[in-house]
C-alpha cells in the first residue's frame, strides 16, 4: 500500500499539466508526502521490523570503535606498498614468461 501510495505521487507530480516543479510549493509538497509515506509505513507490520532494526543498527555503531586517523593513514600506506609490490611482482613474472614463450617459438 505505502508503494502504491508513493508510485501515485511520482506519476501525478509527473504527468499533472501546470505543475511548476522548480517551485519550493512542491518541493515541500514532496518533503510531506516522504513524512507522510514514513509515518503511515511506520504503522505497518514491516515498518516496525525496519523501524527496530534501524534503533538496532544505531545502537551498534555507537559501539564501534573507530580508527584514529594515524592508525587510518598507516594502514593505507601499508596496504598501498603490498599492491604496489605485488603488481611489481606479477610485471616481472608476467615478463619472465612472454621472454620464455620469446625464446621457445623463436
Not at 603488481?87 to 625464446?103: D, N, W
Amino acid at each position: 500500500m505505502i508503494i502504491a501510495l508513493a508510485v501515485v505521487g511520482v506519476v501525478l507530480n509527473n504527468y499533472l499539466p501546470g505543475i511548476d516543479h522548480s517551485s519550493s510549493v512542491t518541493t515541500a509538497g514532496v518533503i510531506v508526502a516522504i513524512v507522510i509515506l514514513l509515518f503511515l509505513a511506520k504503522l505497518t507490520n514491516q515498518g516496525r521490523k525496519a523501524w527496530a532494526f534501524i534503533n538496532a543498527s544505531r545502537l551498534e555503531l555507537r559501539k564501534v570503535v573507530w580508527p584514529t586517523r594515524q592508525e587510518t593513514i598507516n594502514s593505507t600506506l601499508i596496504v598501498l606498498a603490498i599492491v604496489i609490490v605485488a603488481s611489481l611482482i606479477i610485471y616481472f613474472v608476467g615478463l619472465l614468461f612472454m621472454t620464455i614463450i620469446s625464446a621457445i617459438l623463436g
